[in-house]
DNA sequence: CAGGATCCAATGAGATACTG
DNA sequence: CAGTATCTCATTGGATCCTG
């Protein structure tokens, strides 16, 4: 994974390099629904809800960029596009793990 | 810990909230200066080098009425202010860890 | 010393409409 | 189906100046 870029770098902070990758209302939420399932555009539209095309295509395109979600484009008509995690998005997501449990605890759910 | 605020709240996902807490660029920093150590606020801004006053006033603003941080002013002339982790938000710095990990290990530092 | 007040630029998110 | 184009609005980060 060789760049990622921020507006204000000043990644010499690992965990603002971290968080930056998934900062984004919508990321976390991609990264939890493509763990072990390989889904379409219209499948992650409909289990994200009330998310629009361009914020979700957007944040796919960034995960695509950053490697963490692969995107495979079939040439068929009609069109059919598959997202999947990457090794590195498999371990970023257990990564967050931590983060998930300490949420849940403080906030009692 | 009661609530948190988001400007589009749909902090079902905990992952979301717990990254909410700790996003923007200088709050992962300012849970890592607080580790062991009290500070106050000339010591922090120091340390976080080019943070202009309204932003680290802003971010430790947030973060202590998110109670990861206490604030303790003392009725001195000059005034003096002394900041420091409460016990959430070093169960935070620790559920960060993996989080720093990952992205130490992916970006080879 | 520890900030609050103000102003600005850049970014993020959403709604809607349109297309190969 | 899987997006892109446009536009709008709110939030963020920063610079600068001011003050109890």
Redesign the pocket.
């Known amino acids: 994974m060789a760049q990622y870029t921020f ?2 770098r ?1 990644s010499d902070c690992p965990y603002e390099l971290a968080i930056g990758l998934v ?4 990321k976390p939420r991609l990264l939890e629904v493509l763990k072990d399932e390989t889904l ?4 992650l ?1 409909e289990r994200l809800k ?6 979700l ?5 960034d995960m695509t960029r950053n490697g963490l979600i692969s ?1 495979t ?1 079939f040439a068929e008509i ?6 999947a995690l990457t090794p590195q998005g498999e371990s970023l997501l257990e990564a967050l793990g931590p983060l998930r449990d300490w949420a849940r605890t403080e906030n009692g759910r």
């Not at 900062?23 to 919508?26: L, T, V, Y």
């Not at 295509?57 to 395109?61: K, R, V």
């Open positions: 507006r204000t000043s900062s984004g209302r919508w379409r555009y219209g499948d539209k009330p998310v629009s095309d361009k914020v295509s957007a944040a796919l395109d995107r484009a009609p069109p059919r596009v598959e997202y």
